[in-house]
C-alpha cells in the first residue's frame, strides 16, 4: 500500500533527523564536506567555515544567553522545542542554574535542569525500584530467611 509505505518514509525520516540533529553536512558557503568537529560543531573540508547542529546551536544559544527562556531558544535557533527538551532529558543539555530554560519533574513537577525528575524524586524513585527489585527476589525464594531480631518488632511478614 502507497499510503503506508509514505508513512513508514516519514517515520524513518523523523527518527533519522531527531538522532541527527539535523547536522550539516555540505557547507552552504561552498558546497564542501562538513566533517565533524565535536560537541555539536562541524567545520567544512575546503573553506573552513562552521557550522552547528541541533545540539551545538542549542548548547551554543543557551551559553551566551544564560536567562534564555525554552521558547526563546526555540525561536532564536530554529530547533523545535521537543528536540530541545529531549536533548535536556538525555542529559546531552545542561541548564545553567541562572536560566530560565527548564524541564519539570515528572513526578511532582518542580523545576529541574536536567533528566527527568528532580532529586527528591531521583531517589525516590530508585528506591521504589530497589524496593519492587527486592520482593520480587523474595518471591522467587530469596531472603525468606530474614532474620526476624530487633526486640521481636520486625515480624516475618510475607509478601503477597
Ligand atoms: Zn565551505
Ligand atoms: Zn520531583
Known sequence: MQDREERAEKLRKDLMDEENYNRP???SACGGIMVFKGVGEYKCEKCGCIGFD????TRNY????PGATMAEVANETGVAQKAIRSMIKECRLEIAPTSSVF???EICGTTIRYGRFCAKCETAHHREIE???RKKM????FGMEKPTGEGGAKRFTRET
Open 62 to 65: 543557551i551559553e551566551q544567553h
Open 54 to 57: 541541533d545540539y551545538g546551536k
Open 25 to 27: 553536512t555540505i557547507c
Open 138 to 141: 523474595n518471591m522467587a525464594g
Open 131 to 133: 524496593e519492587r527489585a
Open 103 to 105: 524541564l519539570r519533574c
